[in-house]
């Protein structure tokens, strides 16, 4: 059985991979849908009749629950076709006046859980598979106000490089996808609400529907790092030239 695996699938940007890999992707039997509210994923289910939707409802922050995904794959043992990584949260605020559960349960999320999740998954792929790993714009540079946020988008972006290296040699790619702002529950479950940030009242958004489509395109010919919209590969860019001392005053959020 040849399956995708997509976490942080509940909504936004996660619902939309899944949107794309039911149209597009017709070799994909079976969907695994990962997220913690069991209710948005049953949803899918009724949303997308032409695949066949398996919900599973895990906290991944939670080291037992990779261990339930481990045991699920072995009784399984499908072919991972497609891995999205998208569970994930950030949140803005200087650091020192941050909770402490809040900004260690975003390095769980966003690093801890996106390494296991690729750990267990990778005995089950093969030539031709390959992983998305949602990364961002704050990985480019240090971000103030979002400290953790950008340093843990940072891993994954780094991570997703080394192991497309490691990867290469078995035919499995790996992409990072680095988007900008997008209009999804992202941006008021990180405090990021209209007039909270006048950075971020005025970027561009990014349309999360072109973002996972053009995602696992060229994350299925070969690509290393997709950055949607001419505004954020400059900024990609002018964080590779200049002095990140610089780019963190044309970042301020």
């Not at 913690?36 to 695949?51: G, W």
């Not at 699920?72 to 998208?86: A, C, F, G, Q």
Request: hydrophobic share 40%; proline share 4%; aromatic share 10%.
């Amino acid at each position: 059985m040849k399956i995708a695996v997509v976490t942080g699938a509940s909504s936004g940007l996660g619902e939309e991979f899944v949107r794309v890999i039911t149209e597009k992707y017709d070799e994909i039997e079976e969907i695994w849908v990962i997220a913690r509210r069991t209710d948005r994923l049953e949803a899918l289910k009724t949303r997308f009749l032409n695949k066949k939707i398996f919900p599973i409802s895990l906290d991944l922050t939670k080291h037992e629950n990779y261990e339930t995904l481990s045991e699920m794959l072995e009784s399984e043992k499908p072919e991972i076709k497609i891995l999205v990584n998208n569970a994930g949260f950030g949140t803005l605020g200087n650091f020192e006046e941050m909770d402490l559960n809040t900004q260690t349960r975003m390095v769980d999320l966003n690093n801890r859980a996106l390494t296991a999740v690729t750990s267990v998954s990778l005995p089950y792929m093969k030539k031709g598979s390959f992983i998305v790993n949602v990364s961002s714009i704050a990985s480019f540079a240090p971000t103030a106000r979002m400290a953790v946020y950008c340093s843990t988008k940072s891993y994954v972006l780094a991570f997703s490089k080394a192991l497309r290296f490691e990867l290469k040699k078995k035919g499995i790619n790996v992409l990072a996808l680095c988007p900008g702002p997008m209009d999804t529950e992202f941006l008021p479950a990180a405090g990021i609400e209209k007039g909270s940030s006048h950075t971020f009242d005025t970027l561009p958004r990014v349309n999360p529907a072109v973002a996972a489509e053009k995602a696992l395109r060229y994350a299925s010919k070969g690509r290393g790092i997709y950055t949607p919209r001419a505004f954020y590969k400059l900024y990609r860019f002018l964080s590779k030239v200049l002095p990140h001392g610089l780019v963190m005053h044309l970042s301020k959020t």
